[in-house]
């Protein structure tokens, strides 16, 4: 008898999954890199330089080699591999080789048998240093009597965008802004770490935290003077990135231990260490015009950017190109012109951190808009929905939005949220007042405030990088050990239909913390019929999946798994064609697997469990659409496709004290398709948590190039009860161009939070509030005004920078299978 078939799997696309690392992470079984032991384990730590710029004159490690437990100690002259590398471009040192260029720059390492001697032994090498004055601002780095920090310069990259006739342009209303930013550090909870172990086919097992396990190996191999074959990289337990795990921290140092001691090093950073250990979020200076007609139509915007990339250029270049791409905002314009500029300073290197150069930009465009609806008479709301992009619209850059871009239904959604309920500012419980327990005010200056923003990111790597990502997926009857098992809870699971079936996924795609792994076995359920997943740690063995990072893995390793899925989904279509095709035809369409069944046009064919006489696996590799660099004057089709949120923050502001509370953060994010509902609105919560810090407390302090507050105690995140209650929205309208019409949304909460909490602080207090994160002197008025300098000149600089070895990387992304 034919049957047909309609049932799906629990746990696929669309439903709220519980994680897959949930439980090994609440119980404590979870193994993060600080975790990992190794037999016979040395420890291994760094010299670091107390100096932002400085030249070496001499180093003495007699006294640190010759303690006691001490097995090696290296310096720059020690290394026999190259002595460069970088994620763009291969200018940061291994070790400092007679000159350093920030506070914290590696100068010497070692190893030893346990951490308080390789600490101690640090303190024994004497340095003999000649401290040089810093370049710390940066506008200063633009002097032409500056000292040229690199060979090239100190203008690491200039972006020149103009669209229509910006010089021509006429308006009646014009208003001007000055925005700064300051240095936001990524705050992982998890420290750096890693374990290297040597091998005996001389070269090295490295495990360790971090974003991106290819471009970890291609810098570190030539570092250690080794084929990239013999350095395999196996993922760690990460405990939280958010970019700072892109670039290498302390892979190269301790597979160099490792080497030099046939002996396993393990490096684990201190939180000190941490904050001066990896790159931060980019402070940025920014020059703004707007010009539109009376009747309020947006003519024209006229940007200056000057982005500070630190010491070394990390993924500076990319997050100048993202800002200058997103400085108008997510609004037609017909006249445009953004000059950025990124250089070096002798602060702390800065690159990727969520957003990735769009927070700063919004922060800056949203600021404007209520300006000019203010200078317009204008309701706020009103004048973005009047010039909200859409699917056609035309960016600064030339490209079209071919895909969706529900702008103005974000905007609708956070206008619509219920507002919280406002208590009287008088009379209430103590712990209901801005300053909470402080018992420093009864109400006497508390002011309401609301503020609007709306933003936009791109999903995925741009301007021509050709990105994509490998999977391997295996299905069978019998059940690996050893690997992160998926299924959703359920009695009598054994007992149902394909339950002895199980989906094995490989893929170098890195899981730290966003949900990914979660996401991959809802694919492989939805694809393949079964709900027993299992999921291999991330390791070189198999191909490229690329960073995560730029919100991609969900579409890039995503789409790997769909395509590897719908591969083996075709073998055993061809193995069942005996059954329902004796002939040997094709099965009539659709074919499917659901619940353990192959069926074609709806109606069963054969169980897959009778197919598996022997696993079936597919590989494959999936690429995005290509995109453009940018020509002479800025254009091309630069991005991917967007991603767009709006927030609407509500605020009490004491105006006498500067103390702040943000009441209500209503969240839209343009989603594409929902994968994980539950962990959609755990990312909408946690990049609104990261907005919220940036706009009212988090700041690195680097004074004078020195870093003054690299710790918990003094750099200070949001806690539980900072947080308001977030209202989290979500518009599908699913991108036709990606697997499932997804949208990389991690990103896009933490774009708009801190433009919308200053814009409410703005409305709270009358005050213009031009730099993040605002203060408690700013709030209250104590702070003289800021000047508004003018901007600096347009550097002469070619209009290329250096060939970025990210991009040379692109071609030679290794893809074994």
């Keep these: 008898m034919v049957t047909t078939v309609t049932d799906r799997v629990r746990g696929g696309v669309g439903e709220s999954v519980v994680r897959v690392d949930a439980v090994p992470k609440v119980t404590g079984t979870f193994d993060y890199a600080s975790d990992m032991r190794a037999d016979g384990m040395l420890w291994g730590a760094v010299l670091r330089s107390p100096h932002p710029y400085a030249r070496i004159r001499h180093v003495d490690a007699t006294a640190a080699a010759t303690l006691p437990g001490v097995h090696a100690v290296l310096l720059a002259d020690d290394l026999e591999g190259k002595r460069t590398f970088g994620l763009n471009l291969d200018d940061q040192p291994v070790l400092a080789d007679g000159l350093v260029r920030y506070h914290g720059e590696p100068v010497a390492l070692v190893a030893a048998r346990t951490p308080a001697i390789a600490h101690e032994a640090t303190t024994l090498i004497a340095v003999g240093w000649e401290p040089l004055c810093p370049v710390t601002d940066m506008e200063d780095a633009l002097r032409p009597d500056a000292p040229r920090l690199h060979d090239f310069g100190n203008v690491l990259r200039h972006v020149h965008i103009t669209r229509g006739h910006p010089d021509e342009a006429e308006a009646d209303v014009w208003v001007d802004g000055y925005y ?308 959703p809870e359920a009695s009598g699971e054994a007992q149902r239909p394909g339950s002895g079936v199980v989906a094995e996924i490989r893929t170098a795609a890195v899981e730290m913390g966003q949900g990914l792994t979660t996401v991959l076995t809802q694919i492989a359920r939805t694809e393949l019929g079964v709900e027993r997943v299992v999921l291999h740690t991330a390791d070189t063995s198999m191909g490229n999946a690329g960073s995560t990072s730029a919100s991609r893995q969900s579409m890039m390793a995503g789409g790997a798994v769909q395509l590897a899925c719908r591969l083996v989904r075709d073998r055993l279509a061809a193995r069942a064609r005996g059954v329902a095709a004796p002939g040997g035809g094709p099965l009539p369409e659709p074919v499917e697997l659901r619940d353990g069944v192959l069926a074609a046009g709806g109606e069963r064919v054969a169980d897959v469990a009778d197919l598996l006489t022997e696993p079936v696996a597919e590989t494959a590799v999936y690429h995005h659409r290509p995109t453009t660099g940018f020509d002479d004057a800025g254009q091309g089709d630069i991005h991917v496709t967007f991603t767009f949120a709006a927030q609407r923050a509500v605020v009490e502001v004491d105006n006498e004290l500067g103390i702040a509370r943000v009441l209500q953060v209503a969240a839209a994010v343009d989603a594409g398709k929902v994968l994980n509902p539950a962990g959609f609105e755990g990312q909408v919560e946690g990049g609104t948590a990261q907005g919220l810090g940036f706009a009212l407390m988090e700041e690195l302090q680097a004074e004078n190039g020195l870093v003054r507050n690299p710790s918990f105690t003094d750099y200070l995140i949001p806690t539980f009860l900072d947080m308001p209650p977030v209202l989290t929205y979500a518009v599908e309208e699913p991108d036709p161009h990606v697997p499932y019409g997804l949208k990389g949304i991690g990103e896009a909460p933490a774009i708009v939070s801190t433009a919308a909490i200053v814009a409410a602080l703005r409305d709270a207090t009358g005050r213009e509030l031009n730099r993040v994160p605002v203060t408690p002197d700013d709030l209250a008025g104590l702070r003289p005004p800021r000047p508004t300098p003018g901007p600096p000149p347009v550097p002469d600089v070619p209009g290329q920078w250096p060939v970025p070895y990210y991009h040379q990387r692109a071609s030679t992304q290794s893809q074994l299978m």
């Design 180 to 487: 700064e930013t300051g240095m936001q550090d990524q705050a992982p909870l998890g420290p750096e770490a890693g374990l290297a172990v040597p091998a005996e086919d001389g070269g090295v097992d490295l495990f360790v935290a971090t974003q991106w396990l290819h471009v970890d190996r291609e810098q570190i191999a030539p570092c250690l003077n080794l084929p990239p074959e013999k350095v395999r990289i196996t993922l760690a337990g990460v405990g939280g990135a958010f970019g700072a795990r892109e670039d290498i921290h302390m892979q190269i140092h301790a597979c160099l231990l490792a080497l030099r001691t046939g002996r396993p090093v393990k490096m684990s950073f201190g939180r000190e260490e941490s904050f001066l250990g990896h790159v931060h979020r980019h402070p940025s200076r920014i020059w703004l015009r707007h010009g539109a007609t009376r009747d309020g139509r947006l003519v024209t915007v006229d940007a200056r950017l000057l982005f500070d990339g630190g010491a070394y250029t990390s993924s500076s270049p990319a997050v100048l190109g993202n800002a200058a791409t997103f400085a108008a905002g997510p609004y037609e314009v017909p006249n445009v012109r953004i000059e950025g500029t990124l250089v070096y300073t002798n602060n702390p290197p800065c690159g990727a951190m969520r957003g990735f150069g769009a927070p700063q930009v919004c922060f800056a465009h949203e600021a404007q808009m209520d300006k000019l609806a203010a200078a317009l008479h204008t309701d706020p709301v009103e004048l973005r929905l009047r010039h909200a992009l859409h699917t056609g619209s035309v960016l600064p850059t030339g490209q079209v939005v071919t895909g969706s871009a529900p702008v103005r239904e974000l905007i609708e959604l956070c206008a619509r949220a219920p507002m919280p309920d406002l208590q009287p500012a008088r009379g209430r419980d103590q712990l209901d007042y801005p300053g909470t327990t402080g018992n420093v005010t009864h109400g006497e200056g508390v002011r309401v405030g609301v503020g609007y923003a709306v933003g936009f990111k791109n999903t995925a790597f741009s301007e021509g990088f050709d990105d994509s990502a490998t999977a391997r997926v295996t299905l069978s009857r019998s059940e690996p050990t050893g690997c992160l098992k998926s299924a």
